[in-house]
């Protein structure tokens, strides 16, 4: 009998190469995952109007409290203060951070095995499905929350050219990295211990707090703002410093932490992954 | 030239501690527990040869899926070798991955929301395949597995038994050359059963995809699997030809004798479980202590006769009766 032809990527496109491979099946994965997010009008919606109502409180206070206080604290406008708030809950429509409920599951209930059967490595199939779901909700927040504020508030003074955009592109999606790495390094803690989500709270908690969610990192004391900067809970939220004063001076700084902390992230998850997958165990074996 | 077996297992062996819970007051979780060892294979030895239908089965907890979980990489083994598709599942996994289709009957690979051409082309990118390729294999599938009348509807919607037909469909998109499937008839009416069955065993004699079955269902083992091997207690109790199992293991012979007139009475005491209804009769007959020809003829002798049956038992009595006795 002759037997099938492999149908591998390697056969088809000449190729051996495995970073290749995997680059193909992450994007096409994301490509069918952002088609099933954007099937779902509804839902995104009303992820919007959770957003919205988010943003539109922090509004209010803000407007309030600085009409007290004065045109600038610390050297922040209200606009600048509106937009940093509003940058975080843009971020977070992408819901990356639940990366930790999808892998805590798929360990919990054995689903797990369907996907290590598969050519692909678990965790990059994971944030593949992540991404291409959260970039599908953010691209319709942005757009909305950026029109709204644009035509309320408009656009903080400062230069926004080509690069400032690509400075914002580049730090907006190292930090998106971090938040994948980040929450996925604490779900394999699912392999170790019965729930992990005690750890996912603390995280999840700190990132709100540092990352600028009800006050932007500018205003923080310089002890927190340091602690702010320079820990990976901050870190993932940079983006939210993007119309800061001294963004342009701070840049070089603000991607040398997303980096370091990517690096370290990496080598830890590579250590874990490899003994997690020997301690596997679902049901029925 | 390739090896003639698809899966080779050498004196494997799979261990899982666990520490035992104490019994006692509100703090007995605090002291120290002790660690205990269950061992849910233990040293088994096989081959599957190429195109061969296995059924691989066992009572609840006898270690077929630690097994099968062993071959498609997904789990360790403690002790022992394994090959399949000629890669080791542990080392080797993303490479055996494109050799290998699994279906797990209680667990979806489906993109829940979307319809399931959409799955097609997600497995196309999983494997790497070319999308003109998904297209015309999936084409292929979609007519093999009679998918089309709910192709545009997502997966949610559709029934179980569509459902399973899709997931074995979605299973077989890279051609994989050994195809583990673990419950796969499970919730299924037996229309579905049928069908499925059918599909499955053209698709064995047709592409030549070897097919590992475990199923708690006799009638896919008696329909599918030339070959059965049970497992109990983490080790090989039974491996033989699926039809020699009947002869082998059970001496009982099922009869169905229709009378030419109804009879209030029908007494063979060589026969038990005697169950009468108008003018049929069935019957169990132990052929190592009755001989049946001498049965039958005691039967033609003492009735007036118009057609007699004579049927190995139900392959599940048989395995119930392995299950009991090994």
Redesign the interface.
């Known amino acids: 009998m002759t037997h099938h032809s492999r149908m591998s990527l390697a056969t088809y496109m000449n190729t051996d190469s495995r970073f290749l491979a995997q680059a193909y099946s992450f994007f096409g994965i994301l490509k069918v995952s952002m088609v099933d997010c954007l099937a779902h009008p509804k839902r995104i919606l009303s992820n919007f109007l959770v957003l919205f109502v988010r943003v539109g409180v922090m509004f209010a206070l803000y407007a309030y409290a600085f009409k007290y206080v004065g045109r600038n604290v610390n050297g922040i406008s209200f606009e600048i203060a509106i937009w940093s708030i509003a940058i975080y809950f843009i971020i977070l429509a992408t819901y990356l951070r639940y990366i930790f409920v999808d892998i805590n599951t798929d360990v919990v209930s054995g689903k797990i095995e369907t996907i290590v059967t598969k050519p692909v490595n678990y965790l990059l199939y994971r944030y593949a499905l992540k991404l291409g779901a959260g970039l599908g909700d953010m691209l319709f927040v942005l757009i909305a929350v950026s029109l709204i504020l644009g035509l309320t508030i408009g656009i903080p003074a400062g230069t926004h050219d080509l690069l400032w955009v690509l400075e914002v592109i580049l730090i907006t999606v190292l930090g998106m990295v971090i938040t994948l790495l980040m929450y996925s390094l604490i779900a394999l803690g699912s392999f170790w211990i019965d729930n992990a989500r005690p750890f996912f709270w603390i995280v999840d908690k700190l990132v709100l707090v540092l990352g600028g969610s009800y006050v932007p990192i500018a205003l923080f004391p310089i002890a927190i703002k340091l602690f702010a900067i320079y820990s990976p809970f901050g870190a993932s939220m940079f983006a939210t410093y993007i119309f800061n004063p001294d963004f342009a001076e701070k840049f070089v700084t603000l991607v040398g932490v997303q980096v370091m902390w990517i690096l370290v992230f990496l080598i830890l998850i590579k250590f874990v992954f490899g003994r997690a997958m020997k301690r596997l165990s679902v049901n029925g074996g | 030239m390739?090896n003639s077996f698809i899966v080779e297992v050498r004196k494997l062996s799979?261990e899982?501690s666990y520490t035992e819970k104490i019994s006692g007051g509100v703090f007995s979780s605090f002291k120290k527990r002790e660690k205990k060892i269950l061992k849910?294979v233990d040293d088994i030895s096989f081959n599957v040869a190429?195109?061969e239908t296995l059924a691989f089965i066992g009572p609840n907890g006898a270690?077929k899926?630690?097994?099968?979980?062993?071959l498609?990489?997904?789990?360790?083994p403690s002790e022992g070798t394994l090959r399949v598709a000629g890669h080791s599942p542990q080392t080797e996994?993303?490479?055996l991955?494109?050799?290998?289709g699994?279906v797990?009957g209680q667990?979806?690979?489906l993109?829940f929301?979307?319809p399931i051409i959409?799955s097609f082309?997600?497995f196309?990118?999983?494997?790497?395949?070319?999308r003109e390729?998904v297209k015309k294999?999936s084409e292929e599938l979609i007519e093999i597995f009679d998918l089309a009348q709910f192709r545009d509807q997502p997966v949610r919607k559709l029934s179980l038994g569509q459902r399973m037909r899709s997931e074995i469909a979605i299973s077989l998109l890279?051609?994989?050359?050994i195809i583990f499937l673990?419950e796969p008839t499970i919730g299924l009416d037996i229309v579905a059963k049928k069908n499925l069955r059918k599909t499955l065993t053209n698709l064995n004699k047709e592409?030549?995809t070897t097919i590992f079955l475990t199923s708690h269902d006799a009638g896919d083992i008696e329909a599918l699997c030339e070959r059965t091997i049970i497992v109990n207690h983490g080790k090989i109790i039974v491996d033989r030809p699926t039809v020699e199992l009947s002869n082998e293991y059970l001496t009982d012979k099922y009869l169905r004798v229709e009378l030419k007139n109804k009879s209030d009475v029908f007494e063979i005491p060589e026969c038990r479980d005697v169950v009468a209804e108008d003018n049929i009769v069935t019957m169990k007959v132990n052929t190592k202590k009755y001989p049946l020809n001498k049965v039958i003829g005691k039967i033609l002798r003492k009735y007036d006769i118009k057609d007699i049956d004579v049927n190995d038992a139900p392959l599940e009595d048989v395995i119930s009766h392995i299950y009991e006795h090994r």
């Open positions: 390739a799979k899982f849910a190429r195109g270690g899926s630690t097994t099968i979980k062993m498609t990489g997904i789990l360790h996994r993303e490479k991955a494109y050799h290998i699994t797990f667990r979806s690979q993109v929301n979307l959409d082309e997600l196309g990118y999983i494997y790497g395949i070319e390729a294999k890279h051609e994989p050359e673990d592409k030549g």
